[in-house]
């Protein structure tokens, strides 16, 4: 904390410019500043990539900005002097030339001195274009640049092409000269880049190096969602994408160049972003990436643009989806018992299909950061050691909570911060000069007393069993620090934690492990509504006395919550909810505690009314089986001409399925025949053709779920009943006679089709006798080609055919003599 | 100055990644059949081109991107299709991280700094 501007006397808005605000002296510097701009170059930006107000003096018209370069020889805007005072010099402590060596930059062992940022000797952070588009930037390296405060070095140290100096600080050139290695080549006397610097500079940033800061164990993002990135397609099934697949923006969309937090155009080395709930940085470019619809369901097509976005030919869900019920209008926008709503309506895509489903290991995301002291490499608090991160999975169940945003249920990490804070309200603990009851300690007021005390932070020191009597050690000696630095005796300091529900998008799983294959996979005790959660990390076991501990904040100034109050219920109002103050540890939450407040009013689909939180989940725990849903069971196919017959062409078929929920629709198609039947019982379907056939069942249930099962029948040409009776042939004459009896009754065929074996074929109608037999004459070709030794013969075939369709075939040998 | 708008956004990109998975398929090669970036120049913070050091394995100023990069990427005569580190920088959330958010005084509010931005600069 530092305060960086000036105040404007009279409320008006800053259109010309800041002045920076000067503190009275380093002794004045010291007490009240924990983090000024230097100090956020060496910690904040180990994952923030430079420009903007680690290059320069922030002002409202960026072309009007002083390059912090040019801090002490360019005069900065100053609203109180008319002309503008000169530039600032090293007799002026703002929080652009000053900052607190919590790195040690001096090696001298003191963390808590002050420090001069002379940036032409440091240099500053340009925004490293490498950091992202150099494959295989040493990002490490670039941060132990940081912390050493060599922000010119740190770019061509971290792009692998120099190490750094060995001037101490404080000295010409310590953070602006390097020595180069050979990955820079000379050109006439003057440095370039090297072939393989060249060939690894990717337009579009390797994966590798967002997850630098946002994936994996260690990058400061990794504790807040618990991102992992493994290339590991069974983890994540979006891996062969990449990071900018998604993030790469939809074509078509804006560039924009301005600069104006208002545009709703995303810069071109912007990744697209998405809407984080808690965030409220340039929210006007929100939504600008590519969403799980575009793709999934658009096909990449964006309305609005007018364009096609690359789609990846994702495959599209709906009808998955439909048969899964989760299309059907069985939920509500509100608890009123309007049921309007479907599944797909309330819920963002990542609740069921992020699911962080491996157990190995690396699995892990933050659950605790704990701010009460420095971490292993000194930043001031501790995000990453065993006890404070959680296993994202435990090979049945992910570990993350739910919470709402704008009407939709999203997936979340919860992130306690637990720290220090001042609750005496007429003691300014920090120095910021506001007397409330809030105050949140220095950090480097903390950092001070923990190193008098041989502490570093409070659940490392413990192995993560933290009790009353550690937490109590440490808040007297607060008090006593603070009593002693502020000349006062009624410091009351307290733990606290803030709680951030950090939404979860990426890993999304193979589809098989999602939720909502079966109603129950949430609809059941212990599942979705009210799963334990825990706040803590899984290596702590943190409590305390109740008078230990303080609220984050109070919700309308009266209701106490340590949450942060983006947690809100889906009309929109802030839930409140205290884990650590008002119990006796961080404790274990139910997963509904985010979604529904404890004593609203609930009024079910069913149209009931629930009185409390406590049994509105128990309804929700039940109501997946009171839903009636389609079931979709083949009972029987019957032959109902010879029952207990294989099929026969011309048999009739019964189809019977096994009951579905009151108010289903049962449809059957049989593939033998384009055409739907309906009915859960289908009688006296004709089988026209031979063949192997399907016949699927598709049942839809009342709300409009879909089971379909399909199972395959074989139709068979009917025995042939037919019979030749005689066949009158004459040595030498074509002319034969062909007597046919026992065809079928005269309903039931009405034309023989022959094939006579000589190379012809005929079709003859029924001859309007109905004696069951029937006459053909006809004269055969007398070829050589079918002379068999004194005898012409011919393979005769005769079909018996009613409306198109085959009912009976037969074959024979017709002999006419030489 | 003013949006601009872009047709293709990262087009070329996207399709550069699709022509490569494409080369590995068919050459069964990672990484090759990829152009390499034109050679660039070192400069210092001045835009001055950073001379071999001579006794070779002295000390050197580090590069400027802003000037490294920015010698052609900005350079609107040679090269008009390429964006401004500064149009880059302006235009950017990760690195204005609110120091182009920072909002008018709020008496309602009167802490002096906390409240003057959304993001880091301003926050702290």
């Given at each position: 904390m530092a305060h960086i501007f000036a105040d404007v006397p009279g409320g008006v808005k800053f259109e010309l410019g800041m002045e920076p605000f000067a503190y009275a002296s380093e002794a004045d510097f010291i007490d009240r500043v924990d983090l000024s701009v230097p100090g956020m170059m060496q910690d904040c930006a180990e994952c923030h990539i430079g420009g903007g107000g680690m290059e320069y003096v922030p002002a409202p018209n960026l072309a009007d900005r002083v390059p912090l370069r040019d801090f002490y020889a360019t005069a900065v805007f100053d609203h109180l002097t008319t002309p503008q005072t000169g530039a600032y010099s090293a007799a002026d402590y703002t929080a652009f030339n000053y900052f607190i060596d919590t790195y040690d930059v001096d090696n001298d062992g003191d963390l808590n001195e002050v420090q001069e940022a002379d940036f032409a000797k440091l240099g500053v952070l340009e925004m490293d274009c490498m950091l992202c588009h150099l494959k295989g930037y040493e990002y490490v390296d670039r941060r132990d640049m940081l912390r050493a405060a060599k922000f010119d070095a740190s770019r061509a140290v971290g792009a692998g092409v120099a190490e750094q100096n060995n001037v101490s600080f404080g000295t010409a050139g310590y953070g602006t000269s390097v020595y180069y290695n050979d990955q820079v080549v000379d050109n006439g006397g003057f440095l370039e880049f090297g072939s393989s610097i060249l060939a690894n500079l990717k337009a579009t940033p390797p994966s590798d190096n967002c997850a630098f800061c946002h994936f994996n164990h260690g990058g400061v993002d990794w504790k807040k969602r618990g991102d992992n990135w493994k290339n590991d397609p069974n983890y994540d099934v979006h891996t062969v994408l990449g990071c900018m697949g998604c993030h790469e923006g939809k074509i078509g969309s804006e560039i924009g160049?301005?600069?104006?937090?208002?545009?709703s155009a995303i810069g071109q080395c912007d990744p697209a972003k998405g809407n984080a709930p808690y965030s409220s940085l340039w929210n006007a470019n929100d939504n600008t990436m590519k969403t799980c619809a575009d793709c999934h369901l658009k096909a990449g097509w964006d309305a609005g643009l007018g364009e096609y976005s690359n789609d990846f030919g994702a495959p599209d869900p709906t009808a998955r989806h439909q048969a899964l019920g989760l299309t059907a209008q069985l939920c509500q926008t509100a608890a009123d018992g309007n049921v309007n709503a479907s599944h797909l309506d309330i819920l963002e895509c990542t609740v069921c299909h992020v699911r962080k489903a491996t157990t190995e290991a690396w699995n892990t995301g933050g659950a605790v950061v704990d701010a009460t002291g420095p971490d292993a490499e000194g930043r001031l608090a501790d995000h990453e050691n065993e006890y404070v991160s959680r296993m994202m999975f435990d090979g049945t169940v992910t570990n993350l909570s739910y919470a709402w945003q704008n009407g939709k249920i999203y997936a979340t990490n919860v992130l306690n911060t637990i720290f220090w804070r001042d609750k005496e309200p007429t003691f300014d603990a920090n120095g910021d000069g506001q007397l409330d009851a809030m105050d949140a300690l220095l950090m480097t007021d903390v950092l001070a007393d923990d190193l008098a005390k041989g502490w570093t932070n409070i659940v490392k020191d413990n192995s993560g069993t933290v009790t009353n009597i550690e937490v109590g050690a440490r808040i007297a000696s607060l008090n006593a620090y603070l009593n002693t630095k502020w000349g006062v005796t009624n410091a009351n300091v307290k733990l606290a934690t803030l709680a951030v529900p950090f939404k979860v998008n990426h890993n999304v799983s193979p589809a098989s492990y999602a939720l909502g294959h079966d109603c129950a996979d949430c609809h059941a005790p212990g599942e979705f509504f009210d799963r334990t959660y825990a706040m803590q990390g899984d290596g702590m076991n943190l409590t305390f006395d109740s008078t230990q501990v303080t609220p984050f904040t109070k919700l309308g100034g009266t209701t106490p919550t340590d949450f942060h109050p983006s947690l809100k219920d889906r009309a929109g109002t802030s839930i409140p909810l205290q884990v650590l103050s008002g119990n006796t540890t961080l404790r274990d939450i139910e997963t509904g505690e985010m979604l529904y407040p404890p004593s609203a009013s609930y009024t079910g689909a069913d149209g009931n009314p629930y009185a409390t939180r406590a049994a509105w989940v128990a309804y929700l725990n039940t109501v997946g089986g009171a839903v009636g849903q389609a079931v979709a069971t083949i009972a029987s196919i019957d032959n109902a001409t010879n029952p207990g017959s294989p099929f026969e062409v011309g048999d009739a078929m019964d189809l019977t399925a096994g009951a579905s929920a009151a108010g289903s629709t049962y449809y059957w198609t049989v593939q033998d025949a384009p055409g739907t039947l309906t009915g859960q019982t289908v009688t006296g379907y004709v089988l026209n053709n031979p063949g192997t056939f399907q016949v699927l069942l598709t049942v839809v249930g009342p709300k409009g779920d879909l089971k379909q099962q399909w199972a395959k029948i074989t139709v068979v040409n009917k025995a042939a009943a037919t019979t030749v009776d005689s066949i009158v042939a004459n040595s030498g004459s074509a002319t034969v006679t062909i007597n046919l009896i026992n065809l079928p009754a005269a309903a039931d065929y009405d034309e023989l089709y022959v094939r006579y074996g000589d190379g012809t074929w005929e079709t003859i109608a029924y001859d309007g006798t109905d004696d069951n037999a029937q006459t053909v004459v006809r004269d055969y070709r007398l070829r050589d080609t079918y002379l068999n030794g004194t005898n012409y013969v011919y393979t005769t075939t005769v079909q018996v055919k009613n409306g198109g369709v085959v009912i009976e075939t037969i074959k024979f040998k017709v002999t006419i003599p030489q | 100055m003013e949006d601009i708008l872009i047709m293709k956004r990262y087009h070329k990109s996207i399709f550069s990644v699709t022509l490569l998975l494409t080369a590995c398929l068919i050459f069964g090669l990672i990484g090759t059949g990829f152009a390499a970036h034109v050679p660039i120049p070192l400069l210092d913070a001045d835009g001055n081109p950073i001379a071999t050091p001579d006794p070779a394995g002295t000390v050197a100023p580090a590069f400027s991107v802003k000037t490294t990069c920015g010698a052609c990427h900005g350079d609107k005569v040679t090269y008009p299709q390429l964006l401004s580190y500064d149009e880059i920088e302006n235009h950017s959330y990760h690195a204005q991280l609110g120091a182009n958010q920072l909002a008018e005084w709020n008496s309602a509010n009167p802490k002096p700094w906390g409240q003057q931005s959304p993001g880091h600069f301003g926050k702290w």
């Open positions: 160049t301005s600069g104006d937090p208002n545009s | -």
